[in-house]
């Protein structure tokens, strides 16, 4: 299965600021997601990331709050704009080949706004 | 729309003994169900999965069914140990089979 690098693990910001999770898979992949995870609770989609296109937005997120790009087929990256302490979670990217195969996850980003 | 129940919330069971987890799925046109694990502050790792040509897959301890007509899936786990303990989630394909929909996650513990 494909290993995925997720970066940074955990960093603490100020509310205003943005940051880049980046995601780096070790080999090609069709299919690259962004979740969100509060503690205790279940994955949340943001968004699918379409190589060589805009991402596709869930219900609730928007691309100017999340914009996310995908230049090829094993990296994304994740950007979380203007925080505020309600977006203190976890972010987790996944890569996958579709049509019913696995889906695999990075190790999270912990994000904390201060 | 479309969602996954999954039940219970959380179990319990003694070292040894079996757990069992279910989940019931709403689109009739999901044909992938995966099973995740994922310990405190770790990700989510694949345990098991299960195809809709297939009724029951079995690894080891681990076992999944499934029941297309009525959509449900359940995992089976025997023999329970306690590096067992995690939150368990069940997930299903939709929309093209694509993007995976998630319950809500069980919180298996294992008493020694």
């Known amino acids: 299965s494909a290993v995925i690098s997720q970066k940074p693990s955990r960093d603490i910001c100020q509310r205003g600021t943005s940051l880049t999770i980046q995601c780096q898979v070790d080999?090609?992949?069709?299919?690259m997601f962004w979740y969100r995870q509060q503690p205790g609770q279940s994955l949340t989609l943001i968004a699918t990331?379409?190589?060589?296109?805009?991402?596709?937005?869930e219900s609730g997120f928007v691309i100017d709050k999340f914009p996310i790009s995908r230049p090829n087929l094993t990296f994304s990256t994740l950007t979380v704009s203007n925080m505020s302490p309600e977006d203190s979670s976890i972010y987790l990217c996944s890569a996958g080949q579709g049509d019913d195969q696995p889906q695999h996850f990075g190790d999270g980003t912990r994000l904390s706004i201060l | 729309g479309e969602n996954v129940e999954q039940h219970p919330s959380t179990l319990s069971v003694q070292e040894g003994d079996s757990a069992v987890i279910k989940c019931t799925y709403s689109d009739s046109a999901s044909n992938y169900f995966p099973w995740y694990k994922q310990e405190l502050g770790k990700r989510p790792q694949l345990i098991i999965d299960?195809?809709?040509n297939v009724g029951e897959k079995k690894d080891q301890r681990i076992a999944v069914t499934l029941n297309k007509t009525a959509k449900h899936f359940s995992l089976h786990i025997t023999e329970t140990q306690p590096e067992d303990s995690a939150v368990y989630f069940c997930a299903a394909t939709w929309d093209s089979n694509y993007q995976l929909i998630w319950g809500a996650g069980t919180k298996l513990i294992i008493k020694p």
């Open positions: 299960i195809r809709s």
């Open positions: 080999s090609q992949v069709t299919m």
């Open positions: 990331a379409n190589q060589g296109s805009e991402a596709t937005y």
